[in-house]
């Protein structure tokens, strides 16, 4: 069972809104960071938004803020990202993940524990 699942995904036009969400099941992330990362045709694999356990620590890559949102809803066991104002270079497969992170460390790719199997996200011009 895959402890991580993402949906919300899918193709919007330039200056678009997707909301993607990502349910955690199999065991409680009340006490793990969680975020999401993003990966690109030929680019790396990158950071684009985190939050901590208790929601008191966010992170945001540049190219998005003021744009993405990040929540969560510790009852639902849930994770979302509302993403306002798309772009095509937001076009991209996001994963959810999950971290024990001692100490604030979002956008190291080797914190995280858990990653869900992705989701796509086409932003058209």
């Known amino acids: 069972q ?3 699942v993402e949906s919300g ?3 919007v036009q330039a200056g678009g ?14 006490s793990y960071a ?9 680019k790396e694999r990158e950071s684009v938004a985190v939050i901590s356990w208790n929601g008191v620590n966010t992170y945001y890559a540049d190219s998005v803020k003021g744009r993405f949102t990040i929540s969560r ?5 849930t994770l979302y990202l509302q993403m306002n104002s798309l ?3 937001d076009t991209a497969i996001y994963y959810c993940v999950a971290a024990l992170m001692a100490n604030w460390a979002p ?13 796509q996200v086409t932003v058209s011009s």
């Not at 809803?73 to 066991?77: E, F, L, T």
Request: glycine share 16%; with cysteine.
């Open 2 to 4: 895959v402890p991580l």
């Open 9 to 11: 995904g899918g193709l």
């Open 17 to 30: 809104s997707l909301r993607l969400s990502c349910a955690a099941s199999g065991r409680t992330f009340s």
């Open 34 to 42: 969680m975020g999401w990362f993003r990966q690109a045709p030929g």
């Open 73 to 77: 809803d510790h009852a639902k066991n």
């Open 87 to 89: 772009k095509p270079d």
């Open 107 to 119: 956008a190291n790719i080797g914190e995280y524990d858990y990653w869900g199997q992705g989701t």
